[in-house]
């Protein structure tokens, strides 16, 4: 009897879905047209999925490129798009006419070119943040595969990515990240993947590592083959390794952006960020050293630059004539004490308490031999 029920409203269902299509139909024949519906609550979703929940339903191109029209209905459901009741015509407008009017594309590509503009509808500031993009420049001057919105994000599938509250990356987000660029940037993807931070990410799970949005930004990204770019690696890079919350955990130094600052490259480089950072320089930032999708762990045997061999052939690409004992010179980020590099430490403090003491006896000798001048004239001129 249950069955029977459920076979009742289901057949009930569809009834009125067919009547409402048929009225509109009949509306518009005797109007001689057929208008849109002004609200998206005129047109449920159900209605467009009576079509669309077809899996066989596909539109074919003049090319030849045959696009499905399959919308599964309960993972759109599950969507953001669908969490927050958007419904199929806010961003089909034109599809609220029924029959649908003639969709001028020849391919697939035209198509997601002519469509994807209606993001900017709900999504304003981040669809003008991407206008500034090297993906948006990339498009503008002609190259039709660069990414667009829904190339990132799949209107029907996509799930929240950032906390409502905090905005915020979702951790399972976070994870993905990485494959979504890879749709396009393979080749890199595939190299991330072998990286120390790739592969805590892949393998692991590890959540503190960054990925691409991290290094490159998320709407706005911008060319990374840019003098700016390079000049401002330093402090893309402490954004992490400056956090004590993060590199503590794997007993990592935090010191790493003031002891590059401190020496004859860093001082360099942030003198060229500060005034100009438009001009090149040739000094070395952090991925000169340590690589840029391919980082190794410092220690790796084959490219970790914590391997004195490892460390000079990267030193003698700008230092041709550096010697087996040039790296010696470097103390890896660390500031000298008595766990990192001893000897310099207590170097340093002999020099510390020395000067001090120099300069320091230098002054009191001064000063006692003027206060005995100033005595030995007072005396005299009692006399």
């Known amino acids: 009897m249950e069955n029977l029920l459920m076979k009742l409203n289901r057949y009930r269902r569809l009834i009125l879905i067919l009547s409402g299509l048929a009225l509109v139909i009949l509306v518009g024949l005797m109007t001689g047209r057929v208008e849109a519906a002004p609200a998206s609550q005129e047109i449920a979703n159900e209605s467009c999925l009576f079509c669309h929940s077809q899996p066989q339903m596909a539109k074919t191109f003049p090319n030849g490129e045959v696009l499905s029209l399959f919308i599964d209905g309960s993972t759109f459901e599950h969507a953001v798009h669908g969490q927050e009741g958007i419904a199929c015509v806010d961003c089909h407008e034109q599809m609220a006419q029924v029959p649908h009017p003639a969709f001028a594309a020849q391919t697939i590509r035209d198509a997601k070119l002519q469509l994807y503009t209606v993001c900017q509808e709900c999504h304003f500031d981040r669809y003008n943040s991407v206008l500034d993009s090297v993906h948006q420049t990339a498009l503008a001057s002609g190259n039709f595969n660069a990414a667009i919105c829904t190339d990132c994000h799949n209107p029907h599938t996509q799930t929240r990515i950032t906390d409502k509250d905090t ?95 401190a020496d004859f490259h860093g001082t360099t480089v942030t003198l060229f960020e500060k005034t100009d950072p438009n001009l090149p320089t040739n000094k070395p930032v952090c991925t000169d050293c340590h690589g840029i999708h391919d980082i190794k762990p410092v220690k790796d045997p084959q490219a970790g630059i914590a391997i004195k061999e490892n460390l000079l052939v990267k030193c003698q690409r700008c230092h041709p004539d550096a010697t087996a004992n040039f790296p010696d010179s470097w103390m890896s980020h660390y500031i000298p004490s008595v766990q990192n590099y001893p000897v310099v430490y207590y170097v340093n403090l002999f020099y510390k308490i020395l000067i001090p003491g120099v300069l320091g006896g230098m002054v009191i000798y001064v000063l006692t031999d003027i206060y005995r001048r100033f005595i030995a004239r007072k005396k005299g001129g009692a006399h």
């Not at 805590?200 to 290094?215: F, H, K, S």
């Not at 709407?219 to 390794?241: G, M, V």
Request: aromatic share 6%; glycine share 6%.
């Open 167 to 261: 905005g915020e990356t979702l951790p399972e987000a976070h994870l993905f990240i990485p494959e979504t660029c890879a749709r396009c940037h393979s080749a890199i993807y595939e190299s991330y993947k072998q990286t120390v931070h790739g592969t805590a990410l892949t393998e692991e799970g590890n959540l503190d590592v960054p990925t691409c949005i991290d290094c490159h930004g998320v709407h706005n990204i911008q060319d990374p083959t840019t003098s700016q770019f390079r000049n401002e690696t330093p402090l893309l890079c402490a954004k992490c390794h400056t956090d004590p919350a993060i590199m503590d955990k794997y007993g990592i130094s935090t010191d790493v952006l003031d002891t590059y600052v």
